[in-house]
C-alpha cells in the first residue's frame, strides 16, 4: 500500500532541541580483534557522521577500554559530556562469532558499566530540558540501574520516542520490552523479533497485521519491521509501505546494518522527510554498511556522500 504517500513522517513540535541517544557502549570482539559497537553507540556515530548533533548518554569503566571509547568519540566530533565513569564495573564487551555467511552470533557478557547507567546524573545532564527526540533500545533495560534512569528520561519527552527492540539471550524479559513498548512511540523490530512478540502478545496474521497489531496494543505511532535481504516494511496509522534493498549487494558481515537503519529512521523522523524516502534511504546505508567489516565507518568522506545525497532530491 502506498497510503502513507505524502505525508511526513514527524513534524517534531521542538526541532531546536537535542536529540538523545541512550544505551549501550562496548566493544564488539571479533575474531580478528575488537572494534567499537553496540547499538545505540552505532546509531549516534552514524547520526553524527550525517550531520546532526546527537547526545550520547553511556557508562564506560575506568579503565583503557573506557578511554578509548572517549577519544574515538571525540575524534569523531561527538559530544563525550553523556559518557558516565563507573568505578568497578567494566567497559562493555560483546563476543561476537560469524559463521563464514556474514551471519553472526553473540555472547553479551553481564554486569557491564552500562548496565548502571545512573538516574541522578542524567536528569543532571539534561538540565530539566527534555530532548526533542530520544533513542533508546531494550538491551540497555536488562539491569535495574540504567533501566530506570533511561525510562525515567523516556517518560519526560514530549517528542518521538524511538525504541530499537534488540531481543538478546538472555538479555530480556516480557515485562521489561512490555515496558519499553508502552513508553515508545516509534518501534523498530527486526522480522524475527517481531515473530516472537506475535507469539508472547498473540498478533495474528503476516508481518503487515501483526507489525499493525503490535502498533494497537501499545499505542505505537508507528512500527518498522526490517527484513534482512527482504528489504523494510513500515505501518503507520496511514497503512503499510515496503521498501526492498539493492540486488549488487556483496555481504561481508550484517553486524550493525540496522543500526545504521535505524540512523536514517531518527534523521528522517527529525528532518519531517516523507517516509517511503526515508525507509529507502534507511535500507540503502544498511545495505553498504553490509558490505564492509564493523559497524561504524570511521572514513569522514563516507559519510559526506549521503549528506550531499539527502540535502536535495530523494537518493
Not at 574515538?72 to 562493555?92: E, I, K, N, Y
Amino acid at each position: 500500500m502506498d497510503a502513507g504517500k505524502g505525508t511526513s513522517i514527524h513534524s517534531p513540535a521542538h526541532a531546536g532541541d537535542r536529540i538523545v541517544v541512550v544505551g549501550e557502549v562496548l566493544y564488539d570482539r571479533f575474531p580478528d580483534g575488537d572494534r567499537l559497537g553496540g547499538a545505540p553507540f552505532n546509531v549516534a556515530w552514524h547520526l553524527t557522521g550525517l550531520g546532526l548533533d546527537p547526545l550520547f548518554v553511556s557508562r564506560i569503566g575506568n579503565d583503557p577500554a573506557g578511554d578509548q571509547i572517549r577519544s574515538a568519540m571525540a575524534g569523531h566530533g561527538m559530544d563525550t559530556s553523556g559518557l558516565q565513569t563507573d568505578p568497578s564495573l567494566p567497559t562493555g564487551i560483546v563476543q561476537i562469532e560469524l559463521d563464514g555467511a556474514g551471519g553472526h552470533e553473540f555472547t553479551i557478557l553481564p554486569d557491564q558499566a552500562y548496565d548502571q547507567i545512573d538516574r541522578a546524573a542524567l536528569a543532571n545532564l539534561l538540565g530539566g530540558t527534555p530532548p526533542s527526540l530520544i533513542c533508546f533500545g531494550t538491551l540497555a533495560l536488562r539491569a535495574a540501574g540504567s533501566r530506570a534512569a533511561i525510562l525515567n528520561t523516556v517518560t519526560h519527552c514530549p517528542g518521538t520516542r524511538f525504541l530499537d527492540v534488540n531481543l538478546r539471550k538472555e538479555c530480556w524479559t516480557v515485562d521489561t520490552v512490555s515496558a519499553a513498548l508502552t513508553h515508545a512511540s516509534v518501534a523498530k523490530l527486526n522480522d524475527e523479533e517481531l515473530a516472537t512478540l506475535g507469539s508472547l502478545f498473540g498478533l495474528r496474521g503476516r508481518e503487515p497485521k501483526q507489525a499493525s497489531a503490535l502498533r494497537d496494543r501499545f499505542g505505537l505511532e508507528a512500527v518498522c519491521v526490517t527484513r534482512g535481504a527482504g528489504g523494510a516494511l513500515w505501518v503507520d496509522a496511514n497503512g503499510a509501505l515496503e521498501a526492498g534493498i539493492p540486488d549488487t549487494v556483496e555481504v561481508v558481515d550484517t553486524v550493525g546494518a540496522g543500526d545504521a537503519f535505524s540512523s536514517v529512521l531518527i534523521m528522517g523522523l527529525a528532518r519531517g522527510w516523507l517516509p517511503e524516502d526515508t525507509l529507502r534511504r534507511a535500507t540503502r546505508l544498511a545495505a553498504v554498511v553490509c558490505g564492509m567489516r564493523g559497524a561504524c565507518p570511521d572514513d569522514p568522506g563516507f559519510y559526506r556522500i549521503w549528506r550531499e545525497k539527502w540535502m536535495g532530491t530523494p537518493a
